[in-house]
């Protein structure tokens, strides 16, 4: 769907099989579509805009309903211009999957995870039907992936793979959503962190749900891990049975700013009773680098400031992507679309998608909290830790000259980033590593300071360079 800064469209391109030029041979039951995600321009070079991982858990490759992920390589208007196919018999995946896994529940992209090791991205995919220990319990596998989509290496994590020593049980539904949290330990030993969904987790009660923050290595094994539950995590929330929590994740921009949080994850909970009966709610948690919650935000049928009606089994949450600041310099911090299957226009469980506008600090939809409280911000540096060159967006409220120093751990200024005149809105600038005289700086950390019209505003933000 290509959007409008108001979340309208203005055109979409269907793929299916017999539409957009997706020529795989599609069987009944395959579900294709059952999860989405964006993988950037994954061949480089190559002739497509953008790549993306669609899964279709119904897939029978080697079996009945062990799942697969479609490659899809697209151009500028959505159509398909060529595809590869992850599965029990194809694309170099070397893990066995068993009927019923339905690998490809959730799809997440992690980026370069192995810091310049072979591969070109990291991609983790959910299989919540896998029964590793006993009956689904569930999966996510890490896999590493060449340009053209084929699977160099993959790591699994399950209730006996990867390190992972959560003692999972029957049902948990681990892997059915994931979301990339970023580095946000920094300097501490993972590579990145993974949000996984396990609607299934009985804490407190039946079906209430978890999700747990796996902090990662450059393989894909688990290091450590945070639990975030009604009884774990400091979230400090009554979740209720077969509430799901967990069953959907969208990792969000750092929303408070120069607030306490490191990131804020969107959580799904589509069983939510707010209001009525499985109407739905999502939840924006506000994290710390150990992803405990420091503070949250419900949006739901009577929560956040949301005023569309929902009705009975609209499962408000059942799924959710991030789509940044779509309307610019708009009051919105973020544009998060949310998904309810269970909606009745047109007909029964049609289904619909919400484009929510959240504000930053509070989190909640079209309720902005102190004035000028996300007026200015400096944003986390994408990616980080980095290698070659890494990107600082911020935020600012009208037109201005914005001066970003990068100071040492001294906090001697090394290389000055410098916009004569930008904004109102969104902005950023890069940095390559160098210092003024464009010589290589050392490995190690490194914080941010930004000016706005030669006035200090920020000084909040670290980094780390590798070599």
Request: glycine content about 16%; aromatic content about 8%; hydrophobic content about 40%.
């Amino acid at each position: 769907m290509f959007l409008a800064a108001n979340g309208t469209v203005l055109s979409y391109q269907k793929i299916s099989n017999t539409q957009g030029n997706f020529l795989a041979p599609l069987i009944a039951g395959e579900e294709f579509g059952s999860s989405i995600v964006s993988l950037g321009d994954l061949d480089g070079s190559g002739p497509s805009e953008v790549a993306i991982a669609v899964g279709a858990i119904g897939n029978n490759n080697g079996g009945t309903a062990r799942g697969a992920v479609y490659i899809l390589f697209l151009g500028a208007d959505g159509k398909v211009l060529s595809y590869n196919t992850v599965s029990d018999t194809q694309g170099n995946f070397s893990y066995p999957l068993d009927n019923l896994d339905q690998f490809g529940d959730c799809v997440a992209a992690l980026g370069d995870l192995n810091y310049g090791a072979p591969g070109v991205a990291a991609l983790a995919v959910g299989a919540t039907g896998d029964d590793d220990g006993g009956t689904d319990r569930g999966a996510i596998y890490i896999l590493f992936l060449d340009d053209a989509g084929n699977v160099l290496s993959s790591q699994k994590i399950s209730a006996t793979a990867g390190s992972f020593t959560y003692p999972l049980v029957n049902g948990d539904g681990f892997g059915s959503a994931a979301a990339p949290l970023g580095d946000l330990d920094v300097v501490g030993p993972s590579s990145g962190v993974l949000a996984v969904g396990a609607p299934g987790v009985n804490d407190g009660g039946i079906d209430r749900g978890a999700v747990f923050a796996l902090f990662l290595s450059p393989s894909g094994s688990v290091l450590s891990y945070q639990k975030i539950s009604s009884i774990a995590g400091n979230f400090n929330t009554t979740l209720h049975d077969a509430d799901e929590f967990g069953g959907a994740l969208a990792r969000l921009r750092d929303l408070d700013g120069p607030g306490p949080s490191v990131v804020a994850l969107a959580v799904g909970s589509a069983g939510d009773d707010d209001g009525g009966t499985d109407r739905g709610a999502v939840y924006v948690l506000f994290l710390e680098a150990g992803a405990s919650v420091l503070s949250s935000q419900k949006i739901s049928d009577t929560a956040g400031n949301f005023t569309a009606t929902f009705h009975n089994g609209d499962a408000f949450g059942g799924s959710m992507a991030a789509l940044g600041d779509l309307d610019g310099p708009g009051n919105s911090m973020e544009t998060l679309v949310v998904g309810a299957p269970g909606i009745d226009d047109g007909g029964l469980d049609r289904g619909g998608v919400y484009a929510t506008f959240l504000y930053g600090n509070a989190g909640t939809v079209g309720a902005p909290g102190p004035p000028g409280a996300s007026a200015i911000f400096l944003g986390a540096a994408r990616p980080n830790p980095f290698r070659h060159q890494t990107t600082i967006p911020f935020r600012i409220a009208e037109a201005a000259r914005v001066r970003i120093d990068i100071l040492d751990l001294n906090g001697r200024r090394v290389r000055t980033l410098a916009h004569e005149m930008t904004g109102p809105g969104d902005g950023e600038l890069a940095w390559d590593g160098l210092d003024d005289k464009l010589h290589p700086l050392a490995p190690g950390a490194y914080s941010i300071r930004m000016f706005v019209n030669g006035r200090s505003v920020e000084s909040a933000r670290k980094m780390v360079l590798l070599r």
